[in-house]
């Protein structure tokens, strides 16, 4: 009757562990299902957003800067006798050429087309060297080890930047902003470091702020990378970048 007991209780036992193992599994293969369509579907929307970039940088450079150049060109060439008019068409034509500069600006910020031309490294230069003539952070820039990643990662990486530099700029007030690369072990590393006014990770994720960094994470995931964020109000901004190339 004992032994009778036990095989009972041995096969019950089983059985649930059978069970309990069915489950876990099941909701392990759940996760990774659903990590998998979230990364395809952010993927889909980065990729979506870059497109409408693309179309936008190109009107802007392919359409509208002929036509603002053509009427510069015709407020130039016409014939007035009063002083006062000419003053007016040279104000005019100044303002054409600011409008002109602020719109390959935008384009460039939209589409780098060095990016396309000469690889990441030299679009991130570039932008760097146009962000300190413009605002008064001064941004380092450091090789360690010179890096090769995948063409369809650059713009990934490159938006990267941008999003740790505009959000330096804009919410940290930070004097110097410090930006490093290297590669080790197969993956590309970056870190930055800025002297701002740091802020709470917590907080900054839960209000409007926190969109950038959402897309820092969202941009990372989709690489298969690493972000880590150190920050504290009044220390500070680290970031620190690991994608596998």
């Given at each position: 009757m004992e032994t009778k007991i036990l095989n009972i209780t041995i096969l019950v036992s089983l059985i649930l562990t059978v069970i309990i193992i069915y489950f876990f599994v099941s909701i392990i293969r759940y996760h990774r299902r659903y990590m998998r369509l979230q990364r395809e579907k952010i993927f889909a929307e980065i990729t979506i957003r870059e497109n409408e970039r693309k179309r936008i940088a190109n009107d802007l450079h392919d359409s509208?800067?002929?036509?603002?150049?053509?009427?510069?060109?015709?407020?130039?060439?016409?014939?007035?006798e009063a002083p006062s008019d000419r003053e007016v068409l040279d104000k005019t034509g100044g303002y054409l050429d600011e409008i002109i500069g602020s719109?390959?600006?935008?384009?460039?910020?939209?589409?780098?087309?060095?990016?396309?031309?000469k690889g990441l490294l030299e679009a991130i230069r570039e932008f760097i060297n146009q962000v300190?003539?413009?605002?008064?952070?001064?941004?380092?820039?450091?090789?360690?080890?010179?890096?090769?990643i995948p063409k369809e990662k650059e713009i990934h990486?490159?938006?990267?930047?941008?999003?740790?530099?505009?959000?330096?700029i804009k919410h940290s007030h930070a004097k110097?902003?410090?930006?490093?690369?290297?590669?080790?072990?197969?993956?590309?590393?970056c870190l930055t470091r800025d002297d701002g006014n740091g802020f709470d990770k917590e907080k900054v994720l839960a209000g409007s702020n926190g969109l950038g960094l959402r897309s820092l994470?969202?941009?990372?995931?989709?690489?298969?990378?690493?972000?880590?964020?150190?920050?504290?109000?009044g220390s500070g901004t680290n970031y620190f970048i690991k994608i596998p190339v």
């Open positions: 509208l800067g002929p036509l603002l150049s053509a009427v510069k060109l015709n407020i130039g060439s016409v014939d007035v719109m390959r600006r935008i384009s460039h910020d939209l589409l780098p087309n060095t990016l396309e031309r300190n003539t413009r605002q008064s952070v001064s941004i380092q820039l450091y090789i360690v080890k010179e890096f090769k990486v490159f938006r990267m930047i941008q999003e740790i530099v505009h959000n330096t110097t902003l410090q930006i490093g690369f290297s590669e080790e072990g197969g993956s590309l590393l994470e969202s941009r990372c995931e989709i690489l298969n990378g690493i972000l880590t964020l150190d920050s504290a109000p």
